[in-house]
């Protein structure tokens, strides 16, 4: 079930602009991203389409039109690994993006989909749906809805110790992707907000970004319905396939060791696992840095 990868989209590009980054397109159609330093830049690949020996010999114009120090290359899952040792690069480097997700077809059935929830998920919703949450999914949501779900975001991001980027970056997303940004937010019976999150889309599929609970939230079983009720809503607005976004993974148990729970929960929604390769980066020799602007 291999999808373009969501940064690999235009609308990506634009969001990163915002921090410096330039987009360049190679020969099969792949982004690179380069990113101008006082003396030198960096380049970053984040899962490109199958990448070939033509577009890491462009790679190489590239880096020495620009000065760049390092090139790190996060593939996507059907790479051809052998092709980054072909031009020195090796595994290593920490991870920019999750290494492991989750993926729903939602060209499935709804009876199917509801069948592939653990039994303890579909007792959750059905718990949630008797307590009268109810939910609500806003498209290209408003600036007031944005810095709700934002508040909600932040306030267990700060709680948890996980890092979340500041408002103006979420609403940059946001204004980005436009009509395929979407907001979903789980309210109580006496509309006390219990959790909120943030879902792009691009290329037939949706990517679950960003998510966050109240403290009632927490007590509550509201966070089940919300992701189903998300499920269910995007197979009608037509996208194939949800990229749950980030899994707890034994290669990297230090620095995934705190996504388990949210690998638990996001793992009761069925779907197939997918692991991607782990970083290759080029780094520049001194003698390189020193001739690569002759």
């Not at 976004?245 to 705190?258: F, H, M, S, W």
Request: with cysteine.
């Amino acid at each position: 079930m291999a999808v373009r990868d969501i940064r690999q989209s235009t609308a990506w590009s634009h969001y990163l602009t915002r921090y410096g980054w330039v987009t360049h397109t190679l020969p099969g159609g792949g982004l690179v991203r380069l990113a101008k330093l006082p003396v030198v830049s960096i380049a970053k690949l984040h899962r490109p389409p199958q990448l070939t020996a033509a577009d890491l010999v462009e790679l190489e114009r590239l880096r020495k039109e620009h000065h760049v120090a390092v090139v790190k290359a996060s593939p996507a899952a059907e790479q051809d690994l052998a092709v980054f040792a072909q031009f020195g690069y090796s595994q290593r480097g920490s991870i920019d993006l999750p290494p492991r997700t989750v993926v729903i077809n939602l060209q499935q059935d709804e009876a199917t989909l509801w069948q592939g929830l653990t039994k303890d998920c579909r007792y959750s919703i059905t718990r949630s749906r008797t307590a009268a949450d109810h939910i609500e999914l806003t498209q290209a949501p408003s600036p007031e809805v944005v810095a709700q779900y934002y508040q909600v975001v932040n306030a267990r991001s700060k709680r948890v110790g996980f890092y979340t980027p500041p408002l103006a970056d979420h609403m940059e997303k946001i204004r980005q992707f436009g009509k395929e940004a979407y907001i979903g937010t789980v309210y109580s019976q006496a509309g006390v907000v219990l959790g909120s999150k943030l879902f792009l889309g691009y290329a037939g599929c949706v990517w679950y970004m960003y998510s966050g609970l109240t403290g009632p939230g927490a007590q509550s079983l509201g966070n089940y319905q919300l992701m189903w009720e998300c499920i269910r809503r995007f197979k009608q607005l037509g996208y194939s396939t949800l990229d749950m976004e980030g899994l707890a993974d034994d290669r990297l148990r230090r620095q995934t060791k705190n996504w388990r729970n949210y690998t638990d929960y996001k793992l009761q929604f069925g779907g197939t696992v997918v692991t991607f390769p782990l970083p290759y980066t080029k780094y520049a020799t001194i003698f390189e840095l020193l001739n690569l602007r002759n």
